[in-house]
């Protein structure tokens, strides 16, 4: 037999052994992972926590293979990873582009810049988006002076719709999940913004004021006046974490007993210092805005494109207004919001510590004025189909 068909001979017999030997090698690892006991069995949610660490046009080069339809989300610029970087980040969790891969592990606190911005506002960055705290109950429950600059009924908007409204439908409902978030400037004496609580001045008076300026535009606004912190917490005995679990019911309660609800929004306040959470517009001050999102549940990217289309509002009529949109989920957030009960539900922050109660009834206004043109625009759209 001549010598090369004697090496043929011995490529096939060598391929052969080498694909009998990789189906023994696959029938061996599958009897291994279906037998070995569940808590050492590779999870959904380990795979899903390796994969994300995966540049996602790796995954449409993938599908480009096999539908080359997939290729033409690639533009002419765009690089794909190279294989050891890819494999670098699956293994280590570092990311060579983002510092805070590593530095989020190695300081402490730094962790709480470990998130994402889905839209950004004027000087929104990593370091000024909000954060969830949780201080002791105790602390928040303290009594504390307050006082109010100016009296209530000065700031009552006056109607200016166009003649539409919804009756005495309430379309609109207001809560408060984290209600007695109060601002420095009403405490006197008070300096610590972790100290920033009161009963009664507070976050909920920004709620009722954003009601008013609804009904001023003709959109019927409930505001819910249930003292989550100071009553559902303390007699519950929960934490001040347990907030969003302790405002549920409230949100669910609303649903069943009014049918005409279709909007829900969570006003908070932020920590940050004035200078990150304020707007000078016009020659006024306004309190900043920012639209957080929970990024778990199945309404996420509903929510999402509602706080977007709310957000471009503002930045038209506003140039600056709003921080931005911010998704929140992962280690140490909440993540949820009760936005899963509804993919019209909005959590927004509504300027800091430092602002003043004037100057976020303004942002009010304004958050009502663009939301009546939302609003509006998307019945006439409804009312022709």
Request: glycine share 8%; charged share 25%.
């Amino acid at each position: 037999m001549p010598y090369k068909y004697k090496e043929r001979g011995k490529s096939i017999y060598k391929q052969a052994g080498l694909y009998l030997i990789s189906i023994c090698l696959l029938f061996i690892l599958i009897g291994i992972f279906t037998t070995i006991q569940p808590a050492y069995r590779i999870s959904s949610d380990v795979i899903s926590n390796w994969t994300s660490d995966i540049d996602g046009a790796v995954f449409i080069h993938l599908f480009g293979m096999e539908n080359k339809a997939f290729n033409k989300a690639f533009d002419n610029e765009t690089q794909l990873p190279t294989l050891s970087g890819a494999a670098f980040e699956v293994v280590t969790s570092l990311k060579p582009n983002d510092p805070r891969s590593l530095l989020g592990n190695e300081i402490p606190g730094f962790a709480v810049f470990d998130n994402r911005i889905l839209i950004a506002g004027e000087g929104t960055d990593y370091t000024n988006i909000p954060y969830e705290s949780s201080p002791p109950l105790e602390e928040v429950l303290k009594d504390r002076e307050a006082v109010l600059e100016e009296p209530e009924e000065k700031k009552t908007p006056e109607p200016k719709g166009n003649g539409q409204s919804t009756g005495d439908k309430d379309v609109v409902f207001i809560y408060n999940s984290h209600n007695r978030e109060s601002f420095l400037p009403h405490l006197p004496g008070v300096t610590n913004p972790d100290a920033a609580h009161h009963d009664e001045v507070n976050i909920t008076k920004v709620s009722e004021h954003l009601a008013q300026s609804l009904e001023a535009k003709g959109i019927g606004a409930m505001v819910d006046e249930t003292d989550i912190i100071g009553k559902v917490l303390k007699e519950n005995q929960m934490e001040y974490w347990q907030a969003y679990e302790a405002s549920r019911g409230v949100v669910e309660e609303a649903f069943a007993t009014n049918r005409n609800i279709q909007f829900i929004f969570d006003l908070h306040r932020d920590a940050l210092p004035r200078e990150k959470t304020t707007k000078e517009i016009n020659g006024e001050d306004y309190g900043r805005v920012v639209f957080v999102v929970g990024n778990e549940h199945e309404n996420y990217e509903k929510n999402f494109a509602l706080a977007t289309e709310i957000h471009n509002l503002l930045e038209e009529k506003y140039p600056g207004l709003s921080r931005g949109v911010i998704p929140q989920g992962g280690a140490g957030n909440n993540g949820v919001y009760n936005q899963d009960l509804t993919e019209n539900a909005l959590l927004v922050e509504f300027g800091g510590v430092e602002n003043t109660l004037e100057e976020l009834y303004r942002s009010a206004e304004a958050l009502a004025e663009v939301f009546s043109e939302f609003y509006w625009e998307a019945e006439a759209v409804n009312a022709d189909v």
